[in-house]
């Protein structure tokens, strides 16, 4: 049998076999009942003996899907852009689909050597100057307009050092990164879809003490965490609320009137043990009008040094909603049809189905109880973590613990909330193992198209030759275009995505450049400085010294730079200022000094800089380190450091 036929009788296999369905698997029953034991602890305390006890039978029932080849044949290009959170990487991934072939990674809040960030001047003006190091990336959003993709902006989140970042999708590059005040760690991130982006949501988890400054560590009157709302042009924060409970994840309606939030430890407790023991907590629904009249109007205080306006909407605020959920929900998502918001249980097997509508009543006072909004609480599994839409009515929710996602019918749970008898389930498909977000085709916006979706699975075992203690995570290509989905690819990821966004490509055409624009802002500060020196940075390959500063322009042409050598004296601080006039796309070049932690990438009509002390007398070669030119190897030059 060819490789190419036992794939596709691989993949019949996949289709028709009952590890398909929860029920009936051929280890499907031994391993439910593993993951019964043990549930709550498993999620609480992140189970890795419950992990270990499910590998046999998960070895043995491994679908064999189609390779992504079959669907995207060598030069051929991809119909999506999935734009990837790399986790504690700080980094975003642009992956294609359904090839999942990886094409490039843009750094975020982490130094990067293959194009110098974190060592080039101009992307130093980013970072801050005493940025810290690194971050924890989860949530990867595209700018909307009108609840549609428009292709401008991705907004991050960074949890370990509670900033937001933004990156410009013209040139895939962070241009902005700013630090959420009042806050610690931000979590939860989400764009306003109506009428544009606009806001960008985003939620502190963690509670601390105001103010943060050691004089009250244990009283939880002082603890609280605020939602906060980013102007997405400017980066400037536009305003935040103060709430109860930690804030998780958060997403935005369809009509601009709304943000919601999910919120556990209603217990108001400030350790761990406290946070699980009520049956419900919240999803928080925020009032945007309301909060925006609010501010206008004075009626908010501001913390410590900081003058962002702070609203109080804690209970018995009209700003805020708390609409009562169980158990420590997680996910936070809307549907694309504008009318509903679903909160995914997490400790509870339900996710809770919330009717925007109903929350338009609740506000005008025609309901009285905040449960009144719920329209929906379908059973679905163990430990419910996020969910996505098809947009043919159809929800995808991860289950963390049963290693599945479950695909159920929205009306249909509606109307099994109402007491009818019918069944929302459609399927319960296996994935490889313990997925955490998933993420549909277009599924967060208005043109969700059910296409593809992808399980973003936090344990590979032994899905891939081994390399270590440390895994890769895995995540899975499901064709979900069908009435029932289909496992279609394992791809293996560098730790640890959390969620990702899948995007055709219609939205980056045209928009994403092939090269530079010299006119860009981007580096905007360094061509001003030449100007200043009389340096015309498309010609002139030149050295200025300023007393202790030199200044060294040199443009870049394959395979030469323009300047041969340089001298400098030790202890002056050497700016080299790199200009690639090449015009050819693709033909990137590299400045690489030897000895001195130097590296930075130039693509075609970029200016990159770079500053340092040369501290070490002698000859230090540059040279280039991007593959450019028949004679690349030649393209080098020698920075002379006089004693
Ligand atoms: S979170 Cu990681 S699996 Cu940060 Cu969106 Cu749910
Ligand atoms: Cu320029 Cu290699």
């Not at 995007?503 to 030449?530: L, M, N, S």
């Not at 540059?622 to 450091?641: I, K, Q, S």
Request: contains cysteine; proline residues 5%; neutral net charge.
């Amino acid at each position: 049998m060819s490789e190419q036929d036992d794939r596709i009788e691989g993949a019949a296999r996949t289709e028709g076999a009952p590890q398909d369905d929860a029920e009936g698997g051929r280890c499907g029953l031994s391993r439910r009942k593993f993951l019964g034991v043990g549930a709550a602890a498993g999620l609480a305390g992140a189970g890795s003996g419950l992990l270990g006890a499910m590998l046999p039978g998960a070895a043995n029932a491994r679908a064999r899907g189609r390779a992504p080849e079959d669907y995207v044949a060598p030069g051929q290009l991809d119909e999506y852009y999935g734009i990837w959170s790399g986790g504690q990487s700080g980094e975003v991934r642009i992956l294609g689909l359904p090839s999942m072939r990886e094409l490039m990674r843009v750094p975020v809040f982490q130094p990067d050597f293959t194009i110098g960030w974190g060592i080039t001047n101009e992307s130093k003006r980013v970072l801050g100057p005493n940025f810290p190091m690194g971050g924890d990336l989860h949530h990867p959003h595209v700018s909307q307009t009108d609840g549609r993709y428009d292709g401008r902006y991705i907004f991050v989140n960074d949890k370990a050092n509670t900033r937001v970042a933004r990156i410009r999708c013209d040139i895939m590059r962070t241009d902005r990164i700013i630090e959420i005040p009042n806050a610690q760690a931000i979590h939860g991130l989400r764009v306003q879809r109506v009428p544009r982006t606009g806001y960008v949501f985003c939620n502190a988890e963690f509670r601390v003490p105001h103010p943060n400054d050691g004089r009250d560590l244990d009283d939880p009157k002082k603890y609280f965490t605020v939602f906060t709302a980013i102007d997405g042009d400017t980066m400037k924060i536009a305003w935040q609320v103060l709430v109860d409970g930690n804030l998780d994840n958060t997403d935005a309606d369809y009509s601009g009137k709304y943000a919601a939030a999910t919120c556990y430890n209603s217990e108001d407790a400030v350790t761990l043990a406290g946070f699980m023991r009520n049956e419900r907590d919240w999803t928080v629904i925020f009032n945007i009008p309301r909060i925006e009249k609010a501010v206008k109007e004075g009626r908010y205080r501001t913390i410590g040094e900081s003058k962002v306006p702070v609203v109080d909407g804690r209970h018995g605020s009209d700003l805020t909603l708390y609409v009562p959920t169980p158990k420590s929900p997680h996910g936070c998502n809307a549907t694309p049809d504008g009318k509903y918001v679903i909160a995914n249980g997490k400790l509870s097997p339900t996710c809770t189905v919330i009717s925007w509508e109903k929350v338009d009543q609740y506000f005008a006072g025609k309901l009285k109880h905040p449960r009144d909004v719920v329209v929906a609480e379908p059973e679905l599994g163990l430990g419910p973590l996020h969910t996505a839409y098809d947009g043919r009515g159809n929800a995808y929710t991860t289950l963390f613990i049963d290693s599945q996602v479950v695909k159920w019918n929205i009306n249909d749970a509606i109307r099994a909330f109402r007491g009818e008898k019918v069944n929302y389930i459609r399927q319960k498909l296996d994935v490889n193992f313990q997925p955490g977000h998933n993420h549909s085709s277009m599924g967060e916006t208005r043109d969700a198209d059910g296409k593809w979706l992808v399980s973003l699975n936090k344990f590979s075992k032994d899905r891939f030759l081994h390399v270590g203690p440390l895994h890769p995570d895995n995540d899975q290509l499901i064709d979900i275009s069908g009435e029932r989905m289909k496992l279609v690819a394992d791809a293996p990821v560098y730790c640890e995505p959390h969620d990702c966004v899948i995007i055709h490509r219609r939205v980056f055409d045209g928009k994403v450049r092939r090269i530079w624009d010299r006119k860009d802002p981007f580096f905007a500060e360094t061509v001003a400085q030449a100007k200043r020196d009389g340096i015309v940075l498309e010609r002139d390959s030149k050295v200025i010294r300023d007393g202790r500063k030199v200044r060294v322009y040199m443009t870049s042409a394959a395979p030469l730079y323009g300047l041969k050598e340089f001298k400098v004296r030790k202890g002056d601080e050497v700016t080299v200022t790199v200009t690639n006039i090449d015009k050819i796309e693709d033909l990137s070049h590299g400045f690489c000094l030897a000895n001195y932690g130097v590296n930075m990438e130039i693509s075609p009509h970029e200016t990159s800089s770079v500053t340092f002390v040369a501290d070490k007398p002698g000859v230090h070669w540059y040279y280039c380190t991007f593959f450019c030119h028949a004679l690349h190897l030649e393209m080098r030059g020698r920075m002379l450091v006089e004693a």
